[in-house]
């Protein structure tokens, strides 16, 4: 059989004796991802730098990390951006085309900055002689980070990245159901070096073009750890990014690191971190990064009056569409009360304020983004759910249960006790001091406040935003300014008890807050210190698929059970014939939903092949192979003259249906 | 030099390092375990062509050591036409073509206490 991973061209090098002396496949192994690694941050980095570079040096004053995040999320945007345009017009998506692309997109704004007519900004030149350390000196004081606060951040990374990384390792090798989904249409841009004609509206072509330039530049097939590092890479990313956004809400590097232990270290491996970066669900994962981003983008255009922040801020929301439609649907949600809650605080101000924010919009670069945007969707590329009635299914009454809002303990389950807890602590705590306070930073407040209680409302009680959308997916989006009022009701706390109390009584207290803190947050990332093999599922089940590819044709109907075989998704990576090609026997309780009228042929042709049920649905389907797990309702077919077990191996069985 | 870097830089550097070897372990660790012989231990047998009623088979020795294969083929009352055994080491795969095949039903074969029965198509 083919391997996916085969490497002909290599093989006879590495499996020579010489080859193995040398260990050949290792160094190899360390090319391939060194590949990955500079690719990433060529494609997702350098186009961010350099548009960055252009447009925003000259005018605000950013820290290095607000760098790296902006960097990565632009790229991100302006990556989707190129592809879409190139497919556009034809230009086949191949490794040269898109080089060159990128390599254009890095350099044209690099160019520019160079004419008379773009420095923006009098004194650049003098900046531009100016060493790193004596820019950055000139960055305001709560950007810049102590030597203490240096090792303190330095310990929280490496601890996030010490515990993801542990977690992530043990389901590496790609099995899971949404990555499986969504590296079908990568292989499928990868095969055909063009967009493909989506004909569900689960996915968004956002959601693969990122890893589409990634398979095509590197050489390396998605079949592999790659997808799972640059989801990680990402969350990570986006994770700096809470943290940026909170130092610039409350200016205090304790109060930002204090944020990022709460989303990044505590509950490191939950929902919708580590498990969604394991699980592979790509639009959320981007959705966490282009949230924060664009909301520092729109805090620090709308504070510092920057027409060209606001106009990134415009770009990111409007890619965010490309990305992930629940995502960008939720964040409508969030800048409306932000903008609601800023101007019910200030509202004999408010025509004034409305005033002002028009005036910023109305400026050329903002003016040119949104062309663009209207240019992409109605010229460019139209995403699949605004052409069908994916927007208007969610915009009703909650029908499901599920949809019908979360329950506390539900809630508090899956966010972390002692996040939920101190982050709505935080919040009152947040919202009484401002208040209390008259000369309070009304847009911070606005800021976190309108998120947090948008959040809470869409979670708790959607029926009265008429959103019919799965509550506990909504509630996950809290995690994050949880996080945030978390961090910052902690190091009040701690502030407290600090002037209140004897430094003896106070120590003790701290020693027995962190212990708390820890086993809470840190017990569930232990109990995946186990290093079980989990593995030989996910290479029998590719093994099972090649051989279906080999044997079988495009005319064939295969039914798979996905309720029990393990990385059942990634059967339809190898053959290609189509999203839905395959027919799945799903769970049990889904045949049952009240709510949705599904047919029971999936079922039935396993459960009971030889009834006359059974017969029916094989002539109305016309399937005639079957993959199921190995000892899980094979019996039937073992017994039955019209079926015949054509291929086995420990986990997977293949059953071919006699003409 | 160190101390002439900005600690805003340090920070990303350190960030950029870590990001780096947290990456390649992870790759590493799927290279590895991508392998079908990888500390594991499993068999494959398949038909060859099984859309042209051929009873022709492969066997593929991923038990992580050599392993004997005992195989029958049998008729559709359960008697045994012939019987034979190959030694595989490990990673080896074998096609098996018999001169006996028409006269067959069942691919019986039997390994470390396992029994995979195949069926003519």
Redesign the interface.
Known sequence: MTGE?AGWLVSPIVNHPLGKKFKIHKLL??I??LK??FSFFFLFFLPGFSVLYLILRPKLKI???EY?IFSTGISLALVNLLVLVLNKFEIALNTSNIFNAILLLIALPLVASTFPAWQLFPSRKKNNKQS??NL??K?PSY?????N??LI??TL??IS?FI??NF??RD??PNNTDLGHHMYWVKLIDKTEQLPAYDTSDVIVGEHIPFAVLTKLTGISV????P??FL??IS?ISL?AIYALALRIFKSQTIAWSVFLFAGVFDAIADPLGKFVSGGVVGNILGNLFIPLILLATYLALVNKKSEVLALAIFLTGSLFYIHHLSAFLLLFILTAFALIYLGINLKHSPKILGSWLKLLLTPLPLIIIGLFITTISWIYLPHYLSNKAVTSVMQSPLKDTHQGVSLSGFISSTGDWRTILGVLGLAIFIFLSIKNKGFKKYSFALLSGWSLILFALSFFPQFFLVDLPSRRVANYLIFPLSITAGYGLIILLNKLKSNLNRQLFLTLLLAIVIALSLNGLGHSLKYFTHE?Q??DA??LY??SQ?LDE?TIAEDTILKDHANLKADTWIKFFLLRGYNYILARTFDYKYEDPTKDRETCTRDMIVAPDSSRGKECYQETGTDYLILRKDIDNFFF?LSDN?????????TV?Y?K?E | MLKSIPNNSKLILFLVVLGFLAGFYLFKVETDNHNSQYHKEWTAVYFLNPTKNSLAFAIENYEGKETIYQYSITEINGKVITTAEIKLSPGQKKDINLETEQLGEKVIIRYNDEEIILKRP
């Open positions: 991973k192994m360390f391939d991802y990955f690694f820290s290095p990390i790296l790193a350390k950055l000196k960055l950007l810049q980070l102590t030597k606060q240096l951040a330095s990374i490496f990245f993801t990384t992530l390792a590496i090798v079949l592999s750890a790659f799972v590092i990680a890479f990570f700096l093999n593995f030989g290479v029998q093994h099972a051989y044997k073992d079926f015949s077990k054509i291929y086995s191996n420990d986990t293949i071919k006699h």
